[in-house]
């Protein structure tokens, strides 16, 4: 039996639709699978059970990515084929059922609309496999010792990324005598080219305390980390969805994106978000390449306060 199954150029949805490969390989046991997605989040699926390819699908002019799959494909006699980006080549192929993502307009979560491609009642939780190599690397960088508070102070665009300063006293105050986790490491999460901005936290941070993880592991190895950390809080990314999907309390920072679409999916997530609601906090002639930071409503109080909640309802403490 073979598997298409066509996702993301973008990590976090990627990650999002993991929950969905997940329920057609314990379907379908036996079945040999073929991931096709873009570039950055290709690496997500090195470690799947059962792969037989992954297919990176390069943005090119006139749709030759899409071209380029469907030679890459065609010969092939599909028995499923599942198209999370909409596109026609999964009509053009061989296949014994085929499955697109729809095109509602309910203002429904991603997971839930991915669910819906295949009529599942609850939405798959996100699974993301590793090989044990990446398992032993986290081990190295992360050793045992005292809890560890996992920071995302970086996104792929700036609109979206609390000020550095917020996230040295956000992790100060959590990790401090008083904090839910005291005497806590702090490990930076970024990627290579995120360190401008995540540079000034780790600086901000005792030495001895902070474990620099920015641009210094690939994906699966982030997510090995991940698992040996105990609270994550970050802004709207990748990395946030990651953290969600390794089964820590997730606590996703919200401002010009909207979490009804993507919040965290995770029953130990929750997401605190600005004073200005999603749809008004815009400002005119709003450019994302040149916008400064929209987060400057959401305070570390409101932070703190939303972590602590969600530490204590994690642990099943009335807060």
């Known amino acids: 039996m073979k598997i298409l199954f066509i996702t993301s150029t973008r990590i976090g949805d990627a990650v999002l639709s993991t929950g969905l490969l997940d329920h057609l390989l314990r379907t379908y046991p036996q079945a040999r699978v073929t991931i096709a997605c873009g570039p950055q989040p290709l690496p997500l699926f090195a470690a799947v059970p059962n792969l037989d390819r992954a297919i990176p699908m390069a943005k090119g002019r006139w749709a030759r990515h899409w071209i380029s799959l469907w030679l890459t494909c065609v010969g092939t006699r599909w028995d499923i084929v599942v198209d999370l980006r909409k596109s026609a080549v999964s009509y053009l192929l061989r296949a014994r059922k085929r499955y697109q993502l729809g095109g509602g307009t309910e203002p429904i979560h991603r997971v839930r609309q991915i669910a819906d491609v295949l009529d599942l009642p609850e ?4 699974k993301i496999w590793t090989a044990r190599s990446h398992g032993e690397a986290a ?3 992360i050793p045992p010792g005292p809890p560890v508070l996992a920071v995302g102070p970086t996104s792929n665009w700036r ?6 300063g ?4 956000l992790a100060e105050r959590l990790a401090g005598p008083a ?7 702090i490990a930076v999460f970024g990627a290579g080219n995120e360190r401008p901005h995540a540079q000034p936290v780790i600086d901000a941070l005792p030495a001895g305390r902070c474990i620099d993880l920015v641009g210094s592991v690939d994906l699966l190895t982030a997510y090995a980390c991940l698992e040996r950390c105990d609270f994550y809080v970050g802004n709207d990314s990748a990395l946030m969805h990651l953290a969600a999907a390794s089964g820590i309390p997730t606590l996703g920072l919200f401002g010009p994106s909207p979490e009804v679409f993507y ?6 997530a929750a997401v605190v978000r600005t004073v200005e609601p999603f749809e ?9 390449r040149n916008s400064d930071t929209l987060m400057d409503s959401l305070t570390p109080d409101m932070a703190e306060e939303a972590a602590r909640d969600l530490w204590h309802r994690s642990m099943g403490v009335a807060a």
């Open 159 to 164: 609109a979206k990324t609390w000020r550095p």
């Open 166 to 169: 917020n996230f040295v006293e």
């Open 179 to 185: 904090g839910i986790l005291p005497g806590a490491r």
């Open 280 to 288: 008004t906090i815009f400002p005119e002639n709003f450019d994302h």
């Open 139 to 141: 081990a190295r960088l």
């Open 123 to 126: 939405p798959p939780m996100p």
């Open 263 to 268: 919040a965290p999916w995770s029953w130990n």
